[in-house]
């Protein structure tokens, strides 16, 4: 390592040591080849953790200078900017022959576009399909500076959202067609005040650095022009990403004469919006070979050592890779149960989930039957508190730690098990983690807890009401935003009419949750529950 990097790790040991939480870094230094299984065992067995990251700077001085740069990018990209910016000026130059890094070639750059951008990290477990990559990065190509619609399309759980990630994970791309950059929005089914706050939120994520701080826009109308200046005036030739795009409408809100790129399971979604448009079908299921390939990544083995149980898995998975995903998941940790997690299957003998959509329901209730039947018996509780969790909405720990009245590191702890087992996702956003579970999932929860939900809903109201008391959340609290968009969803699922009728009519909630996001949201949730709010007390 450069005498100079070296130092700037030295001179901000203390500042590192005092914030870091070591887990995730280490993730991405393994990514890139830097760090070693070894050594990251190092790190663990220490036993805080300032002396887990005393131990990984120790590491990291005794090696080259591209561990520096993996190190200050994952800082970077795991939200550490405060501590990413004290090892700036030590980043040693890069050579031409060392610009790209060990794994996939992707360099610096790129991964600085990507995580400025929001674009999701590839899962724990990764596959290519160069063809279909190599299909979404020819139709970007296609859209030249002219405005228009890139889709990427085909049933739930068959992997639109890695493979378009994937193909952004290019120089050339980036630099040549989108050198403006990439903003990516999860967007899922949403109203129209649930719109409203994805909105907000991307108008604000690009005027993160203007001088002037704006107020929220109060409506879709105002959004819209907003995002249209911004893109126009400081984003030109940038690439938005919308990603799991239910209803055309939808669209319509995004339509400023811009390259946008979505993800969705009807083809003809962007019916509804002016353009150049061009489409990327991905099959629901992967190449048989392919299924066994996410299969013997998740058990250490190679492909020819498999099992003859792996090709009936993956047949009768009918190779959808969100089923594989929870099958492997399941074998990794208990690699000799080949057998019976195939007869599980093949007997069929859990619940359906039975709804009229395009949906592969019965694969994928059996599998997640299979995945939640293993977990242990205290934490089957705390997956079924799930069940009552909005739909494409990533939860801050804060919530989860008021619901079950524990400490962060516990929480993260139940909830890391479950994101092991691929029964959960996780937004790492530097120090704060958010936590989301794919729609099949909560579908399959909801339906296996029905007669449960009202129950679980008044345990969520309840615990928020002896956290807070008759106090209300503040901005600054993480957890706030989520209250004041669902406390309400939650007292009408627990059927808490009186609370309901108190909140809403409360001069206090109004003005805070106003100010916050705007009148349309407490619009919308005067109507939804005109009902209650109407009948005479």
Known sequence: MDVRSRNYLLMNRQALEKDIKTSYIMDRMISDEVLTLQEEERVKQQNTQKERAAMLINIILTKDNNSYRSFY???LHEGYSDLAALLQDGIPAVSSGNRKSSMDGMTSYVKTVLCEGGVPQRPVVFVTRPELVDAIKQKLCC??????????????????????????RDHHLLEGYFPGGVHWVSVGKQDKAGLLIKLQNLCSRLEHDSTLSQRPPLNIEEAKDRLRLLMLRKYHRSLLILDDIWDSWVLKAFDNQCQVLITSRDRSVTDAVAGNKYEVHVESGLAHEKGLEILSLFVNMKISELPEQANCLVRECKGSPLVISLIGALLRDFPSRWEYYLKQLQNKQFKRIRKSSSYDYEALDEAMSISVEQLNDNYKDYYKDLSILPKDVKVPTKVLCILWDMETEEVEDILQEFVNKSLLFCDRNGKSFHYYLHDLQLDFLTEKNRNQLQELHKNIVNQYKKYYKLNTPVPSQEDCMYWYNFLAYHMAGANMQKELRDLMFSLDWIKAKTELVGPAHLIHEYVEYSSILDQKV
């Open 73 to 75: 990018n994952a800082l």
């Open 143 to 168: 859209l030249g500076s002219d405005p228009g619609w890139v889709t990427v399309y085909g049933m739930a759980g068959c992997g639109k959202t890695v493979l378009t990630a994937e193909a952004l």
